[in-house]
């Protein structure tokens, strides 16, 4: 009996590294790109530093260099992306139908989106929370002064709901305003129609750079009301998609945190001796087949995008137009909230 239970763990040893190391099927929706040549990526209508397009077409963000992360990954070329602009009520549906391969769009992971919507939540690029701004004449300091006050506010959104629940909770009575476009609710607030207007803070810091006529005249609240981890999904049913977009994400922030860079990641792939650089490069070890990719998928992401430190600095960081501090999402190291699985 003792023997054969050896020879029965022996043999699911085996079995497992036999697993471990056996390349990934590419999955339905990485076969589907393949022929089409480029992803489809859903992302905001027009958020600067996230997703917005330029006079030329030209879609630039933190949304939008992950997808074109992910299809240097893929595809080989960061420029195979169609980008599709999608409201608030568009985005979920948009997934759901196969409309788009992946939602890059500043969309909070909830609990309701994640078990409700079949989609799968991958990894966080932004850790958020929502805020109000108001107009510097108006004098208000602190969102505990706005009570009984008009709000602006978009339709279809976490931020509606959190503004409910914060007004009942501090006894506010604010009143909303709603509108299903983003631009309109923004276009209500400049014109006066409310005293506030509420979205993440990011997007507050976007907005005002973007259509207020003075940005110094309308002030950001201090007060974070919510909590509003952002981040890409994906479809259910098609788990190797969804490992290959989750892991593009963990691979960018890695590579911050390892020194791997957009200048250097083929230099450090050449001549590094650290193991962990060595495997995210392929240098020695090949995770890209565990994906369906082949050794020089993170490699190539790193050449089209820099790691997730550049993408925030470049978009949205202290020298970008928005000037937002890393803060929260910096690595974890610095004090952030930046973690990223293990690349091995």
């Known amino acids: 009996m003792k023997s054969t239970t050896l ?35 859903g992302v905001n209508t027009g958020l600067a530093g996230f997703s917005a397009a330029d006079s030329n077409g030209k879609w630039t963000g933190l949304d939008v260099d992950i997808c074109r992360a992910v299809a240097a990954a893929t595809l080989g070329d960061p420029e195979k992306v169609k980008y599709v602009p999608l409201n608030a009520q568009q985005r979920f549906t948009a997934l759901q139908s196969g409309e788009v391969d992946v939602l890059s769009r500043n969309t909070t992971f909830t609990l309701n989106r994640d078990a409700s919507l079949g989609l799968h939540m991958t990894a966080v690029t932004y850790y958020d929370g929502q805020g109000f701004m108001v107009p510097v004449k108006s004098k208000i300091k602190s969102a505990k002064q706005l009570k009984g006050q008009t709000v602006c506010v978009q339709s279809g959104t976490t931020t509606e709901k959190n503004m409910t629940d914060y007004s009942k909770a501090n006894g506010l009575n604010l009143k909303p305003v709603v509108f299903e476009k983003v ?32 940005p110094a005249e309308h002030m950001i609240l201090p007060e974070l009301i919510s909590k509003e981890p952002l981040g890409p999904m994906v479809r259910r049913g098609d788990d190797e998609w969804f490992a290959i977009v989750k892991w593009v994400i963990y691979g960018l922030v890695e590579a911050e945190e390892y020194g791997l860079t957009q200048a250097n990641v083929l230099a450090e792939k050449a001549k ?28 190539r992401a790193l050449q089209a995008t820099g790691n997730y430190g550049e993408i925030f600095e470049r978009n949205v960081g202290p020298k970008s137009a928005l000037a937002l501090p890393r803060a929260l999402n910096n690595q974890w190291k610095n004090g952030g909230l930046m973690y990223a699985y293990p690349v091995r």
């Open 183 to 214: 631009e309109a609710a923004t276009g209500a607030y400049f014109s006066g129609r409310c005293v506030a207007y509420t979205t993440d803070a990011s997007g507050l810091a976007s907005v005002r750079n973007k259509e207020a006529k003075d």
């Open 272 to 299: 590094s001796t650290d193991p962990v650089v060595q495997r995210i490069t392929g240098a020695t070890e090949d995770t890209g087949k565990l994906l369906g990719l082949d050794r020089d998928w993170m490699v």
């Open 7 to 41: 020879k029965l763990a022996a043999i699911g040893l085996a079995a497992a590294a036999t697993l471990a190391s056996a390349p990934a099927f590419a999955g339905k929706t990485l076969d589907a790109i393949k022929a089409r040549g480029q992803i489809v990526c």
